[in-house]
C-alpha cells in the first residue's frame, strides 16, 4: 500500500484574514494560493497554545498542551515530556 504524501505547513503570527485563499479581496499570498488548490485547505482550526513552543509540541505529540509539559528548572513548566510517541515516529509506522 502507498503512504500519502503530506506537508504540514505552519506560519507562526499570520492569520487568515489576509490570505486570499481564505477569501481576502486581495491576491496576498498567490504562491499559498496555489499549493492551497492542489491540495487540502482547512477552514476549521485553532491554536492550542498562545504562543510558539507549546502550539508545536500539541501538534507533534498529538496532546493538549497541560499534558506535554512537566516541570523544569531551566524555564519553569516548559520541559517537554519524551513519554510521547512523536509525530515522525508515529508516520514512520
Known amino acids: 500500500m ?8 505552519v506560519m507562526d503570527v499570520q492569520g487568515t484574514n489576509n ?24 477552514e476549521n482550526h485553532f491554536a492550542p497554545g498562545i504562543w510558539t513552543l507549546p502550539t508545536h509540541a500539541s501538534l507533534f505529540f498529538s496532546q493538549k498542551q ?11 513548566g516548559y520541559a517537554l515530556k519524551f513519554s510521547f510517541m512523536i509525530f515522525a515516529k508515529m508516520c514512520s509506522a
Open 2 to 9: 502507498k503512504r500519502p504524501n503530506f506537508l504540514i505547513f
Open 19 to 42: 490570505m486570499s485563499c481564505y477569501r481576502y479581496r486581495r491576491k496576498t499570498t498567490p504562491n499559498i494560493d496555489e499549493f492551497a488548490d492542489e491540495g487540502v485547505l482547512f
Open 66 to 76: 497541560n499534558n506535554h509539559f512537566e516541570q523544569s528548572y531551566l524555564v519553569p
